[in-house]
């Protein structure tokens, strides 16, 4: 085990917690901070991926701006007594059948796939620095970006239609 | 492209007419006029007249199925706009940027009709669905319209994050967004296989086909009833023909895994929409159950993906849209939605009783309309695939199940005494009620007439 | 030290972060242990008044989670969204000149869309405070 493995155990074991605890946390603002906590982590695989721009991205749109949203969206719910509802037991149990079953056929096709021969690239692979992103993203994919800006606009008029006072 | 182009050059024209026209009637009629101009560009694209040369690096192709498919949307929106441009403005007081998110979906309609790449696929998708959330939710007043749309985000966002990691999988397991890359995978492994069972679910949700149709009867009886109309039409179709794409470029060689999967999909839709349809009370939500149930005769298209299934889809897009749009526009003048409004409606106001009858008609599918010609399209593709004919006789029953909602409302409308209330339409209105339901007759008579564009 | 801050950034190994993690180890360390001496040195006084939250010097009242005003809510989606258009930015930054006239087109499109959803923005007033 060399120094990139032990990190990669440990930013997936962060992970992965990290996602649990956001799921089962009773407090929502509790989840956000978690939700953080897997986004830090991910970003952490980004780095040992190689794509440094990525992980940069990742920290600063959905770590740093997004979870600001998701807190105000707590906020604005006004959970100030558990108002909270009582979940079915029943319902809950469907639920984490349904998902252990989602996750058995994921398991399951990760170990039949050839994939599991390929590690991933480490060390060596440059596809995630920013001038290859770049290169790509302005050649093969600039219609996709182009068309990206559509979707920004829909969202910033939405953002108006809904948000602003008549 | 060239309607891509005009459409979101369209939508930004209107963003600022709102701002900068203070009278509706210039807004109104300039979303009108710029429909009518995309109509007409994307025509003398199908006759070869392209205006733009844009490498796209093989993630889209305009061919004849989906630019006469964008024809279809186009004139159904046209018609849509003639009839409820007016209801539109009603609904708040962004009436600028309510056309303006309607050509933005229209963006992402042909993005979904002509996508080579699974990324053109989900650009397409959330470009429909983040405008569709907020006009669910236009009516700002109305709990249930806020209701509908926070439940129409929620359950959307959750599929379209299914759909994320099915193409993640798929891109894992053949490393290309390319469908016609994806289709020539030699021994797809369980990765593929896993990845392409997410993007049925997806795509199942945003049809509204049946273990995941939970949320369109909230989510068209929450939304105001304009949108609902153009929900329950044309971003329906359009979902449609991304599916079949998807399906058929993508997976086409997967045929026999999926096959049975579509098929008790395609049964489940048909059963539950048409039997819950029987049961409802108000005409809007008995049209949601409808859609649904309309929903699992397109599924049989996808179920027998040939030659007839596309032409089938073509026509079904071309007769359920006019005709739903046509009940929509009268439904949206009605004080009362439920069956009862509809009484003595004849009486009163001939002429709309009388569209909206060709309108049901054409919808429950009875011969000499465009409904039944598209019904019998659908199963004849599907007989000629030659295997689960229940699955063909099964349609039937259920088609014969639908007369009875469909007649209830012509019931109403002819049968039964009452008072619709005082209901005032523009002449606009009517002529454009009448050539609609001569079109459905039409097509119902000469489907060729719309066919032939396919070929030619 | 020198050598530290030259390391490869083409082909990266985890040796090549050792700087990056001994910086963070070190300004984590640091306010570890300022809040530990803070803790340690500071005189206490545990009176009831003391613990109380701070509230601008007046008696507090009520929960800290007040529904509060959707207009910071428009202001911060906005945020979001420009902030996301500018990210694009960086990566052509880096290669503008190898992109030629193709890549300033593609991008000039994509800002005058932006440009386009930003004059919409102020002429809304969804950026003014008070309304």
């Given at each position: 085990?060399?120094?990139?493995?032990?990190?990669?155990?440990?930013?997936?074991?962060?992970?992965?917690?990290?996602?649990?605890?956001?799921?089962?946390?009773?407090?929502?603002?509790?989840?956000?901070?978690?939700?953080?906590?897997?986004?830090?982590?991910?970003?952490?695989?980004?780095?040992?991926?190689?794509?440094?721009?990525?992980?940069?991205?990742?920290?600063?749109?959905?770590?740093?701006?997004?979870?600001?949203?998701?807190?105000?969206?707590?906020?604005?719910?006004?959970?100030?007594?558990?108002?909270?509802?009582?979940?079915?037991?029943?319902?809950?149990?469907?639920?984490?059948?349904?998902?252990?079953?989602?996750?058995?056929?994921?398991?399951?096709?990760?170990?039949?796939?050839?994939?599991?021969?390929?590690?991933?690239?480490?060390?060596?692979?440059?596809?995630?620095?920013?001038?290859?992103?770049?290169?790509?993203?302005?050649?093969?994919?600039?219609?996709?970006?182009?068309?990206?800006?559509?979707?920004?606009?829909?969202?910033?008029?939405?953002?108006?239609?809904?948000?602003?006072?008549? | 492209?060239?309607?891509?182009?005009?459409?979101?050059?369209?939508?930004?024209?209107?963003?600022?007419?709102?701002?900068?026209?203070?009278?509706?009637?210039?807004?109104?009629?300039?979303?009108?006029?710029?429909?009518?101009?995309?109509?007409?560009v994307n025509i003398l694209e199908m006759s070869g007249m392209s205006f733009f040369r844009i490498?796209?690096?093989?993630?889209?192709?305009?061919?004849?199925?989906?630019?006469?498919?964008?024809?279809?949307?186009?004139?159904?929106?046209?018609?849509?706009?003639?009839?409820?441009?007016?209801?539109?403005?009603?609904?708040?007081?962004?009436?600028?940027?309510?056309?303006?998110?309607?050509?933005?979906?229209?963006?992402?309609?042909?993005?979904?009709?002509?996508?080579?790449?699974?990324?053109?696929?989900?650009?397409?998708?959330?470009?429909?669905?983040?405008?569709?959330?907020?006009?669910?939710?236009?009516?700002?007043?109305?709990?249930?319209?806020?209701?509908?749309?926070?439940?129409?985000?929620?359950?959307?966002?959750?599929?379209?994050?299914?759909?994320?990691?099915?193409?993640?999988?798929?891109?894992?397991?053949?490393?290309?967004?390319?469908?016609?890359?994806?289709?020539?995978?030699?021994?797809?492994?369980?990765?593929?296989?896993?990845?392409?069972?997410?993007?049925?679910?997806?795509?199942?949700?945003?049809?509204?086909?049946?273990?995941?149709?939970?949320?369109?009867?909230?989510?068209?009886?929450?939304?105001?009833?304009?949108?609902?109309?153009?929900?329950?039409?044309?971003?329906?179709?359009?979902?449609?023909?991304?599916?079949?794409?998807?399906?058929?470029?993508?997976?086409?060689?997967?045929?026999?895994?999926?096959?049975?999967?579509?098929?008790?999909?395609?049964?489940?839709?048909?059963?539950?929409?048409?039997?819950?349809?029987?049961?409802?009370?108000?005409?809007?939500?008995?049209?949601?159950?409808?859609?649904?149930?309309?929903?699992?005769?397109?599924?049989?298209?996808?179920?027998?993906?040939?030659?007839?299934?596309?032409?089938?889809?073509?026509?079904?897009?071309?007769?359920?849209?006019?005709?739903?749009?046509?009940?929509?526009?009268?439904?949206?003048?009605?004080?009362?939605?439920?069956?009862?409004?509809f009484n003595g409606l004849a009486k009163y106001q001939p002429l709309l009783a009388a569209t909206?009858?060709?309108?049901?008609?054409?919808?429950?599918?009875?011969?000499?309309?465009?409904?039944?010609?598209?019904?019998?399209?659908?199963?004849?593709?599907?007989?000629?695939?030659?295997?689960?004919?229940?699955?063909?006789?099964?349609?039937?029953?259920?088609?014969?199940?639908?007369?009875?909602?469909?007649?209830?409302?012509?019931?109403?409308?002819?049968?039964?005494?009452?008072?619709?209330?005082?209901?005032?339409?523009?002449?606009?209105?009517?002529?454009?009620?009448?050539?609609?339901?001569?079109?459905?007759?039409?097509?119902?008579?000469?489907?060729?007439?719309?066919?032939?564009?396919?070929?030619? | 030290?020198?050598?530290?801050?030259?390391?490869?950034?083409?082909?990266?190994?985890?040796?090549?972060?050792?700087?990056?993690?001994?910086?963070?180890?070190?300004?984590?360390?640091?306010?570890?242990?300022?809040?530990f001496l803070t803790h340690i040195l500071g005189p206490k006084r545990k009176t009831a008044d003391?613990?109380?939250?701070?509230?601008?010097?007046?008696?507090?009242?009520?929960?800290?989670?007040?529904?509060?005003?959707?207009?910071?809510?428009?202001?911060?989606?906005?945020?979001?969204?420009?902030?996301?258009?500018?990210?694009?930015?960086?990566?052509?930054?880096?290669?503008?000149?190898?992109?030629?006239?193709?890549?300033?087109?593609?991008?000039?499109?994509?800002?005058?869309?932006?440009?386009?959803?930003?004059?919409?923005?102020?002429?809304?007033?969804?950026?003014?405070?008070?309304?």
């Amino acid at each position: 085990m060399n120094v990139t493995q032990i990190l990669f155990w440990f930013l997936s074991v962060l992970a992965l917690f990290g996602a649990l605890m956001v799921v089962t946390s009773k407090n929502p603002v509790h989840s956000v901070l978690w939700l953080i906590a897997t986004f830090f982590s991910i970003s952490g695989h980004y780095i040992l991926l190689n794509a440094q721009f990525l992980a940069i991205v990742n920290i600063i749109v959905y770590a740093g701006a997004i979870m600001v949203l998701f807190l105000f969206v707590i906020m604005l719910m006004n959970l100030n007594k558990t108002t909270e509802p009582k979940k079915n037991r029943w319902l809950k149990l469907a639920g984490g059948v349904a998902g252990g079953c989602l996750l058995l056929v994921f398991i399951a096709a990760l170990k039949s796939s050839e994939i599991t021969q390929q590690t991933a690239e480490v060390k060596t692979g440059d596809i995630g620095l920013i001038k290859n992103l770049g290169r790509e993203l302005f050649s093969t994919y600039v219609v996709p970006f182009e068309i990206s800006s559509i979707l920004f606009l829909s969202a910033m008029v939405g953002a108006v239609v809904i948000g602003k006072k008549e | 492209m060239n309607a891509l182009i005009l459409s979101a050059v369209l939508g930004v024209i209107m963003m600022f007419s709102g701002v900068m026209l203070k009278q509706k009637s210039a807004v109104r009629n300039i979303a009108i006029t710029g429909l009518f101009l995309l109509l007409v560009v994307n025509i003398l694209e199908m006759s070869g007249m392209s205006f733009f040369r844009i490498n796209t690096a093989g993630m889209m192709h305009f061919d004849r199925f989906s630019l006469l498919f964008n024809c279809i949307v186009f004139f159904s929106t046209f018609v849509y706009l003639l009839l409820s441009a007016r209801d539109i403005e009603k609904t708040g007081n962004y009436y600028a940027e309510y056309f303006t998110l309607i050509f933005f979906i229209l963006c992402g309609v042909i993005l979904v009709s002509s996508f080579q790449s699974l990324l053109i696929l989900f650009l397409g998708i959330e470009i429909i669905s983040i405008p569709l959330y907020i006009l669910t939710g236009s009516d700002k007043k109305n709990l249930k319209s806020n209701e509908a749309s926070l439940k129409y985000f929620l359950l959307g966002a959750f599929s379209t994050g299914l759909m994320l990691m099915g193409i993640a999988l798929i891109y894992g397991s053949v490393g290309s967004f390319s469908t016609a890359q994806i289709n020539m995978t030699e021994k797809p492994g369980a990765l593929m296989i896993a990845g392409m069972i997410l993007l049925l679910f997806s795509m199942s949700f945003k049809v509204s086909a049946a273990p995941f149709h939970f949320w369109t009867p909230d989510v068209y009886d929450g939304a105001p009833t304009v949108f609902t109309s153009f929900m329950a039409t044309i971003v329906k179709v359009a979902a449609f023909i991304a599916f079949i794409r998807l399906f058929g470029e993508a997976f086409g060689n997967l045929q026999p895994q999926w096959q049975i999967w579509i098929a008790l999909i395609t049964a489940a839709t048909l059963f539950i929409g048409n039997i819950t349809a029987v049961f409802q009370q108000s005409v809007k939500r008995m049209l949601a159950y409808s859609s649904i149930a309309q929903a699992g005769f397109m599924l049989l298209s996808l179920y027998a993906m040939n030659a007839d299934a596309k032409e089938g889809l073509l026509l079904y897009s071309a007769a359920y849209s006019l005709a739903t749009i046509g009940i929509f526009a009268v439904l949206i003048k009605m004080n009362d939605y439920t069956f009862d409004g509809f009484n003595g409606l004849a009486k009163y106001q001939p002429l709309l009783a009388a569209t909206t009858t060709i309108f049901l008609l054409s919808l429950a599918g009875i011969p000499l309309t465009a409904g039944f010609i598209s019904k019998f399209y659908m199963l004849k593709a599907a007989v000629a695939t030659g295997r689960h004919l229940w699955l063909v006789i099964f349609a039937v029953l259920m088609a014969a199940v639908s007369v009875y909602y469909y007649f209830r409302v012509i019931q109403a409308m002819y049968f039964k005494e009452g008072q619709p209330g005082i209901i005032t339409t523009s002449p606009v209105f009517k002529y454009t009620l009448v050539v609609l339901a001569a079109l459905i007759i039409i097509l119902g008579i000469f489907p060729n007439l719309l066919l032939n564009w396919y070929y030619f | 030290m020198i050598y530290l801050l030259q390391g490869n950034l083409s082909v990266s190994d985890s040796g090549s972060y050792l700087p990056v993690a001994i910086q963070v180890l070190f300004v984590v360390g640091l306010i570890a242990l300022l809040i530990f001496l803070t803790h340690i040195l500071g005189p206490k006084r545990k009176t009831a008044d003391k613990l109380q939250s701070f509230a601008s010097g007046i008696e507090s009242h009520g929960d800290a989670r007040q529904p509060m005003a959707i207009k910071y809510f428009l202001t911060a989606i906005l945020f979001v969204l420009f902030d996301v258009e500018v990210i694009f930015f960086y990566p052509y930054a880096v290669i503008f000149k190898e992109l030629g006239w193709n890549g300033f087109l593609a991008v000039l499109m994509f800002v005058g869309f932006f440009l386009c959803g930003f004059i919409y923005i102020l002429k809304k007033g969804a950026l003014k405070w008070e309304d």
